[in-house]
């Protein structure tokens, strides 16, 4: 079975400072891969996407994530965290279709000031 | 353009009664998803418009949950009767292609007491 596993609840990192949100994945054939964060008290927006291609994905909001495929993983990153970057990020695989995604547990990243 | 918008923002309801949550999409999105994340678990899927047609449906958990999406404008998933573990927060997304980015709304926060 297709699944999407987020090993941390939370992460927290103080501004300024590098950040990575780690996802593990294991679906069949090629797999696409997303990134979505929620913010407090709105939905999930859409950060970046894998599809094919270059390992290393550049998205929104100066994120990028890098797909490993021997160690079946696709870590969120951002070289310089900013306070505003706090929120709750999704890791996301289609499922028996493009937009039907299975959702990892989510990831609270916190950066302290 | 408008995001997606859902009505109410929160809902609270006693078991055995029946609610009816809204998403309306953003113009001209022909796809509409209905996914919800009960108790802090993961997100799940429900189901998918394409215009007002259902595309999939493989998510809805049982027969007390009716998605509709008259005219294929707008849609509404009503719980009837709602049970304790429908708690959880409901939310829409749209595309304007079924393999383009979602949009999200900001949810329904639905709580059965």
Redesign the interface.
């Known amino acids: 079975a297709q699944s999407v596993a987020q090993p941390e609840d939370q992460v927290n990192v103080a501004e300024g400072n590098p950040l990575t949100v780690k996802c593990t994945y294991s679906v069949s054939g090629n797999p696409y891969l ?1 990134w ?1 964060v929620q913010y407090p ?6 950060l970046l ?1 894998y599809i094919t291609g270059d390992n290393l994905v550049k998205g929104s909001y100066g994120f990028e994530a890098e797909f490993n495929k021997s160690q079946t993983s696709f870590h969120l990153k951002k070289p310089s965290a900013l306070v505003s970057d706090s929120a709750l990020y ?1 890791c996301a695989a289609p ?12 990831t609270r990243l916190a950066v302290h000031p | 353009e408008a ?2 918008t859902q009505f109410p923002s929160h809902s609270v309801i006693e078991k055995g009664q029946t609610v009816t949550l809204r998403c309306d999409p953003i113009s001209g999105h022909d ?1 509409l ?1 209905w ?1 919800r994340r009960v108790m802090g ?5 429900l189901l ?1 418009f394409v215009k007002e047609s259902k ?2 449906e ?2 809805m958990p049982n027969n007390r949950f009716l998605a509709e999406r008259t005219g294929g404008t707008y849609s509404t998933l009503k719980v009837q009767p709602a049970e304790l573990e429908d708690s959880g927060v409901y ?1 829409c ?1 749209s ?1 304007t292609t ?2 383009s ?7 329904t926060r639905l709580t059965v007491t």
């Open positions: 997303f979505y008290n709105r939905g999930l927006q859409f996407k999704f499922s028996g279709g493009y937009n039907k995604l299975i959702f990892g547990a989510g | 995001g997606v796809n998803y996914y678990k993961e997100i799940k899927f998918h595309q999939d493989s998510g939310f997304a595309s079924g393999q980015p979602l949009h999200f709304g900001n949810g």
